[in-house]
């Protein structure tokens, strides 16, 4: 079975402070993304990357930024959390190539005060 | 613009009242049509993936179907833990790299 993990269920910050959400795959997947899921708007994405130290943008990718330094493992940033950023954090993977189901993690729900 | 509608918002059922849920979708030519099911506070859980007009999938009390427009995810007597939100994502050929996702169908199931 495919096993996507979250660093963090929960996360309480101030508006400010840098924020690390840290996302890891166990299947060797080739893809991962980086979703944000608001109530009225569906998931939206935000980041996604195809290879070790690749990124493209997604949808809405003003106010983060990702890396991706080893291929099990991407991790989502904010720079300076603000609370227009609080909201459900969602990471996926995909095995790439023809195989484009994706999986996900179990969320990180974020509240920036 | 590409774009999926799932209808309705919301759905009660009566457990063992079948009904369907409805994805219609535009989009310049589809690759894939995903269902996922997510229960309160936790990420999708994969479904099913059709690929062409016509095809079927089924798993336990869920049968999804797709044509041209549209995909059903219909519900055979169903049971209190068929109770979740029902998300569809269609992912085009132009980008395959990206899916697009619905707002989803809130179901619960009543014993």
């Known amino acids: 079975d495919v096993k996507v993990t979250q660093s963090s269920r929960y996360l309480v910050k101030r508006t400010g402070e840098k924020v690390f959400l840290e996302c890891v795959q166990d299947m060797d997947h080739e893809n991962m993304f980086w979703y944000r899921q608001d109530p009225g708007l569906g998931l939206r994405l935000i980041y996604f990357s195809y290879d070790v130290k690749m990124k493209e943008k997604g949808d809405i990718p003003e106010g983060y930024s990702v890396s991706r330094e080893k291929k099990e493992r991407f991790s989502l940033i904010l720079e300076s959390a603000s609370t227009n950023q609080t909201s459900m954090y969602l990471c996926?993977?995909?095995?790439?190539?023809?195989?484009?189901?994706?999986?996900f993690g179990p969320g990180t729900r974020l509240l920036v005060l | 613009e590409d774009q999926v509608t799932q209808s309705p918002e919301a759905l009660r059922l009566q457990e063992g009242e079948s009904s369907s849920l409805n994805c219609s979708y535009t989009v310049s030519g589809l690759r894939g049509l995903f269902w996922y099911r997510q229960d309160p506070g936790k990420g999708p859980e994969f479904l099913f993936t059709?690929?062409?007009a016509g095809e079927e999938k089924e798993k336990e009390r869920l049968k999804a179907t797709l044509t041209k427009k549209e995909s059903f995810l219909h519900i055979t007597a169903p049971k209190p833990e068929d109770s979740a939100t029902y998300l569809c994502a269609v992912q085009a050929e132009y980008n395959t790299d990206k899916l697009i996702f619905g707002t989803g169908t809130r179901l619960q199931v009543f014993p």
């Open positions: 059709l690929y062409s």
């Open positions: 996926a993977s995909s095995l790439g190539g023809a195989q484009e189901t994706q999986y």
